[in-house]
């Protein structure tokens, strides 16, 4: 259901631009306020949901330990799996966020007969997902050039890289092949493993058919269906520069592609996709296991209710006694 | 208990698991409670001894969990405080992908196969809830958003779930942000507390824990009465009497183990290795009546009652003006000392930095909440040779080393007891890579379910842990499943004897006991156990 759901609400999407750019003429509404609006709702959504999770207090520090911990100084510990130290951390979460280190351990169990358990290790969520993020931000960066004049140096090289191998003009982005190619395993993946299909709720198909489309859409855009490219950087300058205009004559496509984007910023502060941020945050990796060195305060802890020494040797003091073990009252 | 035990299948028919998930959704496929699968339910006394909610006596079994006439705002309030005050359970609620990457990491799913098992489904169980209750896309677009009603029967699936969980984190080592399915059950239990929905295998030990400082409920007699029958079998294997000082004030250091040892046919033997290893150092130390428990069964139940449990160690420790503590071989008692108890008791000012009185060794890991672990302890001894070994003597014995959960993925303490081993021990061997050290896989019955009318359970979840037992037995023929865990102790003997027998398990101290040469003493013809030693066996 979730599944289909979201096909189809992607689907509408689509449609929604078709009804009103080429049947309402609504450019102003597609090509500057659904965008501003859209930004807009991302960076006040994403703040306000860090803040939201930065304000609730770390009670305990809980960082899973993935190795030799800081002991005696004879044993060797392991300074980034299970990190003592800040900067040990930073290197774990570096690891984390820009090689996803955790899911690079996946491994798949496997029972035979016998019966046999094996664990094989297995790489490929790990290379689709970074594959995946990988040219997600490399694409993404790339379009800074419509929102730069001149382009900056940084980017031009991102593109001359990206293109390296000069196929077909204009020339083909590799990354482009290998982000249609990974959101579809990802995709893939979701519906044919059935433990995965089981647990897919449609906020983790939605995402995947709205990054699909605008990647297809991107695609269409930039190798098959003509575009005014001149026309589209009028637009991103006047957004970026608060001069919005809107010229006439750049295809539905473009505004297909600009209206999925901005359903997607719109859509993250709100979904699963605040991972993003959310990993910055999760107490099981960005702390330092020093637990018995350094003394972590929760800012809540409230004293309890106990069972004294006192009350324990006042029920028992006779049989403590009998047995000649030591009371305080005799 | 009166009620019959649940016959347990053999284990060809056990290891048949089936993997594929119902044709109906999750959300649509309601709950059936298994028996074998759950633990009974608490007692009322139990519920009594530490004052909570709900006071009674209830059946798994019964239609009627005998929950308050305002169960539902009762736990969608906790909820709500909950996530307000743990980042960990706010996040982990709010950015799971669900990727997929922990569902067979589990040993209960690999074991057992039921979808719901799944580290990320158990989890989902009570996302869906918080969705409903806490977010606006859950209260609008309901269960396309994935969000669901908190119904009666959803209830007892997330009491059904919560305690198939042993909070291993396992899981928590491969998920991309670190998301702590421990962390879910652990304030599940703590919600389902609220209605006053524990286990009595829990509640139990955690009223006798507050009365008597010992989930066994020992009273201070009979544990000296233990103390004494050790002594005496110390002694007739090798000839020394050795001391077993208790509650006695101004020793150097407060020696705190888990209460399975003065009991457990496994873990008796680890206690007697440590009056003897600490009698042959000549330490200062005392053992405690009062602080006679280092496992906190309270941590399975809420936080506050963990820490209501936990008091009595440093209060002892003052009490008894010791400089420090030292702390068994226990899994969970380390999860709570290492990563909870500094930061309820602290700053810990009324103890000293511990320093080995034997070697002089500064333990700078633990100057802030001064706990040493025996392994810790024992391992620096070892280092500085202040031990006179015969590993010869242990020669029999084929070994190979389980972590324990709680000190592999929520300490890091894998070296220690694995340079212990190798100094008493000729025959050592690892099992598989992907079923030790951090990876290590649960004894299937840790968090409280090592009770008896949830065999199938515990046998399910051990399969992982045998199963690599059993590899390294055919390869080795390994004899010896050492651990550092009291529960594993207790528990992976069943196990081993269900899927692996001929496997015999025991602390990391009995090995080092069985391997030490006392001084002054009488030639062993046996182990601690009983067992010839090597080249007595005619005799």
Known sequence: ?330 | MATPKPATPQPEELARVDYKPPKTGWMDTPVELKKGIFCWGNKEKSLKAVDFPNVRSWSVADEDWKLPENWKEIFIEGLRERVSKYRSFRLFLDICVRCGACADKCHFFIGGGDPKNMPVLRAELLRSIYRKYCTTSGKIMGKIAGARELTIDVLKELWYYAYQCTECRRCSLFCPYGIDTAEITILARELLNLLGLNIEWIAGPVANCWRTGNHMGLLPHAIKDSFELFQTDIEALTGIKVEFPLNRKGAEILYVIPSGEYFDPAGQYNLMGAMMLLHEIGLDYTFSTFSSEGGNFGFFTSNEMAKRLHNKIYEEAKRLKVKWIIGGECGHMWRVWHQYHNTWFGPVDFLQEPVSPITGTKFENAKSNKIVHISEFTADLIKHGKLNLDPKRTDNYVVTFHDSCNVSRGMGMLEEPRYIIKNVCNNFYEMPPNTIREQTFCCGSGSGLNASENMETRLRGGLPRANAVKYVREKFGVNRLACICQIDRAVLQPLMNYWVPGVIVSGVTELVANALVMKGGKEWTTDLRGDPLPGMEGE
Not at chain 1, 13 to 40: C, D, R, T
Not at chain 1, 160 to 167: I, W
Not at chain 1, 228 to 255: A, E, R, S
Request: include cysteine; proline fraction near 6%.
């Open chain 1, 1 to 330: 259901m979730g599944l289909l759901f979201s096909f189809f609400t992607v689907i509408a999407l689509i449609v929604i631009v078709f009804i009103g750019v080429k049947a309402a003429n609504f450019y102003y509404l597609f090509g500057v306020i659904i965008p501003y609006a859209a930004f807009l709702t991302f960076i006040i959504g994403v703040v306000y949901r860090v803040i939201q999770w930065g304000r609730i207090p770390v009670p305990f520090r809980i960082p899973t330990t993935a190795g030799q911990e800081k002991t005696l100084p004879w044993l060797k510990d392991n300074k980034i799996d299970n990190p003592s130290t800040s900067l040990g951390v930073i290197i774990r979460m570096a690891f984390e966020v820009l090689l996803f280190r955790s899911l690079f351990r996946n491994t798949r169990t496997e029972l035979r007969e016998g019966p046999k358990l094996s664990y094989g290790s297995t790489k490929w969520l790990w290379l689709g997902g970074l594959a995946f993020h990988w040219t997600f931000l490399i694409i993404l960066t790339r379009h800074l050039r419509l929102f730069f004049e001149p382009v900056p140096m940084f980017v031009k090289l991102l593109e001359s890289l990206d293109g390296f191998f000069q196929v077909a003009a204009p020339v083909l982005y590799l990354t482009d092949l290998i982000f249609l190619g990974a959101v579809t395993f990802l995709f893939l993946r979701r519906v044919i493993i059935p433990q995965v299909r089981y647990i897919s709720l449609a906020a983790d198909f939605f995402p995947l058919f709205l990054i699909f489309a605008i990647g297809f859409s991107g695609v269409l855009m930039r190798y098959f269906l003509k575009t005014d490219v001149v026309g589209i950087k009028q637009i991103t300058m006047g957004l970026i520069t608060f001069k919005p205009v809107v010229p006439q004559g750049i295809g539905i496509i473009f505004y297909i592609h600009l209206f999925l984007v901005s359903t997607l910023f719109a859509y993250c502060p709100m979904s699963k996709l605040m991972h993003m941020a959310g990993v910055f945050l999760s107490p099981t990796r960005n702390m330092a296991n020093n637990n018995r060195a350094v003394r972590h305060v929760n800012p809540w802890n409230y004293p309890v209710k106990v069972h004294t020494y006192g009350e324990y040797e006042e029920e028992f003091r006779e049989f403590m006694k009998d047995a000649g073990i030591p009371v305080e009252k005799e």
